[in-house]
């Protein structure tokens, strides 16, 4: 499988900047057939994509033409005039009880004055009737978009039936539903100005998406190709069809650097946030620059094993276990001065997976 | 299982080649007759004065309080039939919507259906004469 990224992530925006985009945040309101038809996330699925703009949760207003009732939820169809979804709208259990106290209450309420739990029975009793709809009613859902058994549906965070007489809310649905289109979702995802950077704020959130492509295609190929130890110049391979497909896109660039500056540069972020991540790590700081992988390394591995073997015995570290700071002073005597906590983790996560130890508290670990 | 979306259309548009047989629509008129025994109610608009009418299969959404005069608001299915009767529509829903509000009603089709023909030009959408003008009133 060779690391394809034409088409992988190019045409959508990369997963950690998503919060970025307020249309993420908010409940959409989207035409019916636009939730039918966007495309779900390849990098995380649960999320879809309208153009540019990643989302999940969506605000529709329709008709209600097909109901489906069972003991815990409604499942209503809603038609808009451009498609017709299934909503799924749980009952709440707090409704279920109120049969026998809605006869008690005092139908004028005048005499009384302000009586908070006749209020509150009402109140209950309005939410309730709220949610009880017939075919022809006009329904109003906000939720989650989900794809189950290929078809694409609501979860209801907050449903009810909104009350019509005159049309009003319809036409206005109506028109402003182009606004927003025109407004906001037709507008490709724009980055927030980046003053940090020393570069345009076009060239740097560039960069950025370049930078995510690119430890994403190291670490598939470290994976895949079980990669213990490499150079730099081992995967330098990786990035160059990233930078020739963002020089064929023609941004906004610095103009001048060479090909090799703009690959070495890439390279050197990459393995940094790498580093960082903890995903691989110098074992020696020597002026040959080898990094180890830190799933791959057995040599770690065996030291960490050790480490908790030994300890464990002891009674202080019997029964808890060994925190990791401990572990990580231990391994670095008998390892490598150079190892960081962070790759620490990441190897303990890694063998903790593969059930060969196991963590007692969050920050303990332990041999059987 | 789900039926399938009706699209918004006029009275007038309907006996036209613009609605297929079959098609799912929702539309809106005066209920100026209406039959229990046979349920059938009729819808009637106006267009540049001249009346339209509609024949409307109530069966589905009986029993309703019917105010000849009103305004309904109908969604159901369009079966043409080649006698003298024009169009029937089957209805599904119908509501009573007296004093809406019939121009700005109009006018947000309108807007609405400029938009979906923008969207898409290579669909053969109604070629109504669209008014960008709405957008700077709004």
Redesign the interface.
Known sequence: MAVNLGDADADELPSMLWGLDPVYSAYSKLY??DILQMKESRQVPGVYFYKTHPLFQVDVLG?V??KRERDDFYCY?V????????CLCWKDEKWSDQGESSKCRDPSGSSRGFNIEDELKRLKEAERKSTMLE??DLLRVRGTVKTSRDAREIRANCFYKVND????V??LH??E???L??KCYDQPFQMPKDDLGGTEAGGSSHFHRLLSRSVLALKEFLLEKEVARFRPYDVEFLLHPLIQSCSAEQESDQPGTSFATQIRKLLKETLSVLQDEGQIFRKIRTADEVYNVTEQDKDLHTAIKDVLREDTKREKYAEKGCHVLHILSSVRQRYSQNLSREVLEVALTFLECNSDIISTTEAHYTVL | ????????HFLWEISTDLVKDGASV?TYGRLISYEPEESKAILSGQQSSAQYNMSVQTTL?EPFQPTLGAQY?V?GEIEKTDGLSGAILHA??????????LT??Q???M??R???KERLPEMNVQAFNCKPSY?KN?
């Open positions: 019916i057939t008709t033409v097909y169809g038609d808009d005039s451009t498609g017709v979804i299934s075919i022809g007489p005159v049309m009003a319809q036409i109506m028109l539903m182009p606004q289109y025109r | 299982m789900l039926p399938p979306p009706a699209v918004f929702r959404v608001f969604l599904r829903t119908l509501s009573n919507v007296d004093g809406v509000d700005l009603l006018k947000a089709i807007e609405q400029c938009f979906f957008m709004l």
